[in-house]
């Protein structure tokens, strides 16, 4: 795995976390969209905390010489552990609410 140069980590938008489809608004013809929105979310998850565990492996062994990098490689980590977390645990409460329903 490569990691970035220092000072060449990319911005972040909220439509980032996103496949392209989804971030620009493009509908999806079959019933996959919301899977594949969570797929990509869940993929990108992992790219971030590898990216993170890298940088702090970095650290630790002494070869990182901007720790501000590895600060956001971990911020982004976390903040995007916690969409996907509150995506989920939506997605979960509006399954029970329709299972709840009456016919």
């Known amino acids: 795995m490569t990691i970035p140069a220092i000072g060449s980590v990319p911005a972040v938008s909220a439509t980032s976390y996103l496949p392209a489809s989804t971030a620009t608004g493009a509908t999806e013809s079959s019933d996959t969209g919301f899977a594949s929105a969570l797929t990509g979310a869940v993929n990108n998850l992992q790219q971030l905390q590898s990216t993170s565990n890298s940088y702090?492996?970095?650290?630790?062994?002494?070869?990182?010489?901007?720790?501000?990098?590895?600060?956001?490689?971990?911020?982004?980590?976390?903040?995007?552990l916690e969409l996907v977390a509150a995506v989920r645990n939506k997605g979960v409460e509006a399954f029970n609410d329709i299972m709840r329903m009456q016919a």
Do not use: F, K, W
């Open 56 to 80: 702090a492996i970095q650290a630790v062994t002494g070869d990182l010489d901007d720790i501000h990098t590895a600060t956001i490689a971990s911020s982004r980590a976390a903040v995007t």
